[in-house]
């Protein structure tokens, strides 16, 4: 300790310009890679969470792709209703399934006032389990609701603030979709057939993320809704089930995939076409994917500037231990010939080293810590979409800062021992004459 600030002071004394900016720029070095690695690190655990939360939403069809890349779907279904019971008793990665359709509904009228929707699905009351879509107003969608084919919709907060001025307001409110033509009898009449539709619940606004990636509804109704009423509904679940979209506990897209084909191949026999995708009813989605690697990019690119800035600033200290071991030559020398081991001098001056890269790394954090909710909130549009769902007030994070801390002392350490090396390696007697 008496030689560390032996050679402090000596240090300063010399070249106080030198040391000082010696350890501004180990300072700056550890304030930049601590917060590469904290905004990095917290970017990367929010997008996984956002992306992958609580596990992977797919899309599953009984068909083929075509050549515009849609689904070409096998009707009637190789699998009927059955394949929820047995894809939730017999596969561990299902968490929730849910029979989907296009509503076929892109607008809707309310008071003569005609309203467009981006999309509208036609399924069940565990879809919004699989989206995790809150009911803020009015009531749950309910297995009798299916069941019945109640003329029910359920739409989304947005939805009913525009239309509606408040979710408070839209309950209870009926709606009218677009006439479909519908054949009557055996002969090819067709009737324009109208039906309103009484709004019995508003679920939370989605994410822009889960909305573009899945193409989550603005309006969802019970898929039995949207058939005649004579029709029978058992009948109607065997014809929907060829379109599920299910929500797994598993992360790997490809591990879904082999645990879903596996259940239907036993349940079904092998000769049947099974089609898994990640994205929206309509096909693949490349958003998702273009997202990881933007996200992939900005991480790697952040971190290797910090570490490059911070290797430069670290040779700071080579700096400064170079003029230190030069102008200790003789010292050295004489040292090791009443007895100083190599190893004891190397000590030494690694001890140095590392000192004013912790003092470095201290100074740097302290800046880093006040520095960092600020530097967060400036990255966070760069990521589009996903900004609005980053939290910006999350804390420094531990892990982050003990790896640079260690990276930082790392590098501090060897450039403060790699100018000393030549001169314990030198031959004493040669040492001595030199001087």
Not at 312 to 323: C, K, N, Y
Not at 368 to 397: K, N, R
Request: glycine share 6%; net charge negative; charged share 20%.
């Amino acid at each position: 300790m008496k030689k560390f600030f032996v050679m402090l002071m000596r240090q300063w004394t010399h070249s106080p310009v030198k040391m000082a900016l010696t350890l501004i720029a180990v300072s700056l070095g550890a304030f930049i890679l601590i917060l590469s690695f904290n905004v990095t690190e917290i970017i990367q655990n929010q997008v996984e969470t956002q992306l992958n939360e609580n596990g992977i939403i797919v899309q599953v069809a009984n068909g083929s792709w075509d050549s515009e890349g849609s689904v070409d779907q096998t009707r009637p279904s190789q699998w009927d209703s059955s394949i929820q019971d047995y894809l939730k008793s017999d596969s561990d990665t299902v968490i929730y399934s849910a029979i989907v359709s296009d509503s076929m509904f892109n607008e809707f009228t309310v008071d003569g006032v005609s309203y467009d929707l981006r999309s509208s699905i036609a399924t069940e009351s565990s879809y919004f389990d699989i989206y995790n879509l809150e009911i803020v107003a009015g009531s749950e969608m309910s297995e009798d609701d299916v069941n019945l084919g109640s003329r029910k919709v359920w739409i989304s907060e947005e939805i009913a603030n525009i239309v509606f001025g408040s979710v408070e307001n839209a309950i209870g409110k009926w709606i009218q979709p677009p006439g479909r033509m519908i054949g009557r009898g055996i002969s090819d009449k067709t009737q324009n057939v109208v039906t309103q539709y009484i709004i019995a619940g508003v679920y939370k606004i989605p994410s822009e993320i889960s909305r573009k990636v899945y193409g989550i509804g603005d309006l969802v109704i019970p898929y039995t809704a949207i058939l005649s009423s004579s029709m029978n509904k058992e009948m109607a679940k065997d014809m929907f089930s060829g379109r599920l979209v299910i929500k797994s506990n598993q992360t790997n897209i490809d591990d879904v995939e082999q645990s879903i084909s596996q259940v239907i191949y036993q349940n079904y026999g092998d000769d049947i076409d099974i089609l898994v995708w990640e994205g929206s009813l309509n096909g693949e989605s490349t958003y998702m994917n273009d997202l990881r690697q933007t996200v992939q990019v900005f991480t790697v690119s952040i971190n290797i500037l910090g570490l490059v800035l911070m290797l430069v600033s670290t040779l700071g200290v080579f700096s400064i231990m170079l003029v230190e071991a030069l102008s200790r030559k003789r010292q050295i020398c004489l040292e090791r010939a009443i007895g100083a081991s190599k190893f004891r001098i190397i000590k030494e001056f690694w001890s140095w080293s590392m000192a004013m890269s912790f003092l470095g790394v201290i100074i740097g954090s302290v800046f880093a810590y006040f520095a960092f909710p600020s530097i967060l909130q400036t990255i966070a549009p760069l990521f589009g979409d996903l900004s609005s769902e980053l939290d910006l007030s999350v804390s420094f994070s531990l892990i982050a800062m003990m790896k640079s801390t260690l990276l930082i002392l790392l590098f501090g350490g060897f450039f403060g021992v790699v100018p000393v090396l030549p001169i314990v390696r030198e031959n004493i007697a040669e040492g001595l004459k030199e001087i």
